[in-house]
């Protein structure tokens, strides 16, 4: 209800890094976007995560994590 009548910013750390215009802040955070955990890049895993196959991210948690 809210959601539809208020526009919503998403307050995570990085969108607030993302109202900030400087180079070296944008160079950190291609740096740990970039970063390969268990496989992937974290850039990768907030896609999965945020992503609504649930098939996907099923295979990928086998697949790098061995959770079935």
Do not use: C
């Amino acid at each position: 209800m809210l959601f539809e009548k208020f526009i919503y910013r998403l307050d995570t750390n990085y969108a607030k890094i993302d109202r900030i215009a400087h180079p070296g802040i944008e160079v950190f955070k291609e740096k740990v976007l970039s970063t390969v955990f268990h496989g992937l890049p974290i850039k990768n895993w907030a896609k999965l995560f945020s992503s609504e196959n649930k098939d996907d991210l099923a295979r990928q948690f086998k697949l790098h994590l061995s959770i079935k």
